[in-house]
């Protein structure tokens, strides 16, 4: 690992997204593509009526220009950089969406409201925008690969930091900026990029791939007319890398730059919560299924990654965001419900008196030779019996990944009640068709309420 500064790595990704052609993708990077962009916005529309993006609507809303861009699962129209920011809140405000498995960044979220709220207002195809929005991932994804694990311990969020990088270089390639506009694109990323852990359980956790979208559009608009920044945005001695990382590894910025592509890498969430906790879920629904039904629970233990207790931690949770980040009420939740959809983390569910009861039972260990996709739950009852399961691999990890007709009914499920049933599906054939629409708007009208 080096500190040094290589010449070139914010030339380096700017060329690489500029000289960017949907022709060059493999079939399977595609795919994956499109199954990121569909998943994003049935998270988006799952949260779009959520009291947050009430909230930020309300406060936004008498300052947003022209009706340019869907608000998706609404009916309102907004000028593009707000329906990016506002799309982008929505679509990670359930905790609902993507993980890059190595960067741990939520990669789609920062990225897709971006490119989707441009080409409403820029008519471009569906080919164009997939590329692009691959384009964008690979480049948020070695931005933070870049600056981990030292800027992720030092309290940055990645999705927000390195996510504003993903944004502006995919608004980049579908706006067809050269090479030099890239370079400043992402300049103007790098002086802009933030996001806190500290808000983690709170509204502004979404805040986060929200501002991305909405400021690495805007660095692309900007860099677009000209508008200049530093040439080694990244890499230079008080650019992105060094300020905000104590180890930046600088070598993995362009380390196999074009051909290793990040969205092979990605994953989808089974369970509305932090990912750390899925392991835990899975093995408490295994559980769960053998028990008898009068079965009662004396003690529950869990035997964790130790990053499931730094960032999941909450014993005593009392609201749905703050249960989203509590593996002692997820567990819970999981033995009673039998499930950990959006609807075991609404506040009511948080304070329901059986699921308190419950999670006062569970007790955790952290065990640094766990993997994250790994835990071991144990169950002891009143009559003296115990059962255990360990958990290998999460079902939604790489290794038991979830398959098409799993996140067609994901995304349909956070339509209902929202979309009508009709118009969810139609959305969702236009999504999955995205790469032969001659106008990519279609796909983002679909969504609207």
């Not at 009526?49 to 608000?71: K, S, V």
């Not at 009916?75 to 969406?97: K, M, P, Q, W």
């Not at 504003?164 to 608004?171: D, Q, R, V, Y």
């Not at 996709?373 to 115990?386: T, Y």
């Amino acid at each position: 690992m080096s500190t040094d500064s290589p010449p070139g790595i914010t030339r380096a990704l700017a060329r690489y997204v500029a000289a960017s052609d949907f022709r060059q993708l493999a079939p399977e990077v595609v795919r994956e593509g499109v199954r990121a962009i569909t998943h994003i916005v049935g998270c988006a529309i799952g949260g779009c009526r959520h009291e947050t993006i009430d909230r930020a609507w309300q406060a936004l809303a008498p300052f947003a220009g022209a009706p340019q861009a869907t608000l998706v699962g609404r009916l309102e129209r907004t000028d593009i950089l707000h329906a990016a920011l506002l799309n982008g809140i929505a679509s990670h405000v359930l905790d609902f969406d993507d993980t890059h498995s190595t960067s741990l960044v939520h990669p789609s979220g920062p990225v897709a409201p971006a490119v989707l709220a441009l080409a409403e207002w820029r008519p471009v195809s569906g080919a164009e925008l997939v590329n692009a929005f691959l384009v964008g991932v690979d480049v948020e994804c070695r931005v933070s690969d870049v600056v981990s694990p030292s800027h992720y311990d030092l309290g940055w969020h990645a999705t927000g930091t390195a996510g504003i990088f993903g944004a502006a270089a995919a608004s980049a390639r579908l706006l067809g900026l050269t090479e030099q506009q890239t370079v400043w694109a992402l300049g103007i990323a790098a002086t802009q990029s933030a996001g806190l852990r500290e808000m983690f359980g709170s509204m502004s956790k979404s805040l986060h791939p929200g501002r991305a979208a909405q400021n690495g559009l805007a660095a692309a608009l900007m860099a677009a007319q000209g508008y200049t920044s530093a040439e080694q945005g990244i890499e230079g001695k008080r650019g992105f890398a060094h300020v905000l990382s104590s180890k930046p590894n600088l070598e993995a910025a362009t380390r196999g730059l074009g051909e290793t592509r990040a969205i092979l890498d990605n994953t989808y969430k089974p369970f509305a919560c932090g990912l750390v906790i899925h392991p835990v879920i899975d093995g408490c629904l295994q559980l769960r299924r053998k028990l008898a039904p009068q079965a009662e629970i004396r003690r529950i233990d869990l035997r964790v990654n130790p990053l499931v207790l730094e960032l999941t931690g909450k014993p005593t949770p009392t609201t749905g965001l703050e249960g989203k980040f509590s593996v002692f009420h997820s567990a819970a939740v999981a033995l009673i419900d039998g499930m950990a959809g959006e609807k075991q983390y609404a506040d009511a569910r948080v304070r329901s008196a059986d699921v308190v009861a419950l999670r006062s039972l569970v007790k955790a260990t952290a065990d640094p030779k766990l993997r994250k996709e790994s835990a071991e739950v144990a169950i002891e009852c009143a009559d003296g019996s115990r059962h255990v399961v360990f958990v290998e691999d999460c079902v939604g990890s790489l290794a038991r990944p979830m398959t098409d007709a799993e996140m067609d009914a994901k995304f349909l499920a956070l339509c209902d009640g929202v979309l009508p049933a009709d118009k969810a599906a139609q959305a969702l054939t236009l999504l999955r068709r995205l790469p032969d629409l001659q106008d990519a708007a279609e796909a983002a009208c679909a969504c609207s309420a």
